[in-house]
Nanobody, 120 residues
Framework: QVQLVESGGGLVQPGGSLRLSCGAA????????VSWYRQAPGKERELVAS???????KYADSLKGRFTISRDNAKNTVYLQMNSLKPDDTAVYYC??????????????WGKGTLVTVAS
């Protein structure tokens, strides 16, 4: 059974840090590009960071320097290290795994999200 499960969310004070994890099961995780998205109340879902199967990374311009995405294929897990958190970072954070292969259907999986609340 295919699963993507996010964990590590919670309540943190402004300026604090959290590390989110995205654990995968049921598919060859290492061959997928993985992204973190977030959706704040009343706002559209936005891309936070991505990491390819070859570990190339990309970040939303506004988050560069504060967030770091990484992966451990041996553990089928992608991480999002979030530092210097701000109240505006409050959102549900989602993990997305995608694989595109020429001539084959796009494979696209989503987790159910983990809530991050930044407040004092």
């Amino acid at each position: 059974q295919v699963q993507l499960v996010e964990s590590g969310g919670g309540l943190v004070q402004p300026g604090g840090s959290l590390r989110l994890s995205c654990g995968a099961a049921g598919f060859t995780f290492s061959s997928y590009a993985v992204s973190w998205y977030r959706q704040a109340p009343g706002k559209e879902r936005e891309l936070v960071a991505s990491i390819t199967s070859g570990i190339n990374t990309k970040y939303a311009d506004s988050l560069k320097g504060r967030f770091t995405i990484s992966r451990d294929n041996a553990k089928n897990t992608v991480y999002l290290q979030m530092n210097s958190l701000k109240p505006d970072d409050t959102a549900v954070y989602y993990c997305n795994a995608v694989k595109t292969t020429y001539g084959l259907p796009r494979m696209d999986y989503w987790g159910k999200g983990t809530l991050v609340t930044v407040a004092s």
